[in-house]
Structures are given as structure tokens and as C-alpha cells.
Antibody
Framework: EVQLEESGGALVQPGGSLRLSCAASGFAFSNYHMHWVRQVTGKGLECVSTLRNTGDAYYSDSVKGRFTISRENAKNSLYLQMNSLRAGDTAVYYCVREAEKYSSSGGYSYYYYYMDVWGKGTTVTVSS | DIQLTQSPSSLSASVGDRVTISCRAS??????LNWYQHKPGKAPKLLIYGASTLQSGVPSRFSGSESGTDFTLTISSLQPEDFATYYCQQGFQTPRTFGPGTKVDIK
């Protein structure tokens, strides 16, 4: 069964650090782009960081310079190191797999990218 | 970054109603638009990718369409389990971005 399981969420004081982990199983982890997506309570979904299977990393402006995404393919694991945490980082953090699918239609070729597998999420609370 | 807007932000509907949710991209994203359903306390669920392709296992009452930078999610006959928040998301460019969501609740 394809699964993602997050861990590491906790209550932390403003300015503190936390490391989230995501354990992947049931698929060839190293082949996939991976994301951390968060939802602040009462707000929408935000993709805070992406790590391509090539090793290229991307961050949203809201976390750039404070968060670092990494992966350990040998352990089928994804990580998010979060430093200088703020109250605004309080959220449920989801580990997400991105699928890639090739399709051709009407003479055109497409490579679709979509988030097909989500973990159950881990809660980060930043408060004094 | 590509901005996505959704309308309406919320709607009330009854079981059996036809529901339409719109998503507009700030620039051309071809067909690289996905739809997700999110219920409280659960992980978001992929419904549609590539603007109109139904993800495996998703009921056929869900459908998607596109016209330029405008995309539509339609639920043909709303069921009790469909009350949730729906998000569009673009897979055209990194960073991936989501629309602000449309909450569908019971009338």
C-alpha cells in the first residue's frame, strides 16, 4: 500500500526550531517529486516547499530562509527543518507525493503533475 | 507565481443539487489544473487532474472542464459525503499554488 506518514509536530516557542519527518512506503520514493503543504486553521492550503527528484528545492516566500527541505532516498524519507518559527507557522503540515503522467490528446502531448498521495498530517503549534 | 482565484468562496446546497465551482488562473496554464476535496481532520483528496481527468476511484458525478484560463468543477448531483471544501491547484509551474478554496455546506 502506498503511504506517507508524518511525524515531529509539536508545541514550540516562537523563535524555536523543529524537524518534521515523512516516512514513505509502497512506492519508489526516489523517483518522485515531494512537497510539504500546510493548512493554517481556518485558512487554505499552501505549498511551503518542494523537493524534486533531481534535488532541486523550492520554498514559498513565507518560509524562505527559515525552512530547509531534504530527503534521504535510502531511508525513503522526506524532512523539513523549520527554524525561527513564528506564530504564523502554526498549522497542520502534510507530506505529499507528486505524480507525473504522460498523456496525448488532439495531437498534443502533456505531462500532468498532480498531488496524488497525502499523509494524514502533523500539527505544529508555535506559541509561548 | 501563478495566482488562482475561486468563486464562490462558499455555497449552500441541498442533496441532489448540481454544483459548479470556478477557478481562474492569472496566466495561461494550459490544462495543468487539478481539483482536491478536503474535509476537516482528513487529508485532502485528489479528484481531477489535467483539468478534466477523473482520478481513479472518484465518483463520476464529479467532472472538470476548461476554457482558456477558466476552469470549472461540477458535481452533477450533490451527495451527503460531498460537503467539504474544494481547492484548485496548478501543476504548470513551481511553486505549486492553490486557490483559496470553496466551502460547500448544507442548505
Amino acid at each position: 500500500e502506498v503511504q506517507l506518514e508524518e511525524s515531529g509536530g509539536a508545541l514550540v516557542q516562537p523563535g524555536g526550531s523543529l524537524r518534521l519527518s515523512c516516512a514513505a512506503s509502497g512506492f519508489a520514493f526516489s523517483n518522485y517529486h515531494m512537497h510539504w503543504v500546510r493548512q493554517v486553521t481556518g485558512k487554505g492550503l499552501e505549498c511551503v516547499s518542494t523537493l524534486r527528484n533531481t534535488g532541486d528545492a523550492y520554498y514559498s516566500d513565507s518560509v524562505k530562509g527559515r525552512f530547509t527541505i531534504s530527503r534521504e532516498n535510502a531511508k525513503n524519507s522526506l524532512y523539513l527543518q523549520m527554524n525561527s518559527l513564528r506564530a504564523g507557522d502554526t498549522a497542520v503540515y502534510y507530506c505529499v507525493r507528486e505524480a507525473e503522467k504522460y498523456s496525448s490528446s488532439g495531437g498534443y502531448s502533456y505531462y500532468y503533475y498532480y498531488m496524488d498521495v497525502w499523509g494524514k498530517g502533523t500539527t505544529v503549534t508555535v506559541s509561548s | 507565481d501563478i495566482q488562482l482565484t475561486q468563486s464562490p468562496s462558499s455555497l449552500s446546497a441541498s442533496v441532489g443539487d448540481r454544483v459548479t465551482i470556478s477557478c481562474r488562473a492569472s496566466q495561461s496554464i494550459s490544462r495543468y489544473l487539478n481539483w482536491y476535496q478536503h474535509k476537516p481532520g482528513k487529508a485532502p483528496k485528489l479528484l481531477i487532474y489535467g483539468a478534466s481527468t477523473l482520478q481513479s476511484g472518484v465518483p463520476s458525478r464529479f467532472s472538470g472542464s476548461e476554457s482558456g484560463t477558466d476552469f470549472t468543477l461540477t458535481i452533477s448531483s450533490l451527495q451527503p459525503e460531498d460537503f467539504a471544501t474544494y481547492y484548485c491547484q496548478q501543476g504548470f509551474q513551481t511553486p505549486r499554488t492553490f486557490g483559496p478554496g470553496t466551502k460547500v455546506d448544507i442548505k
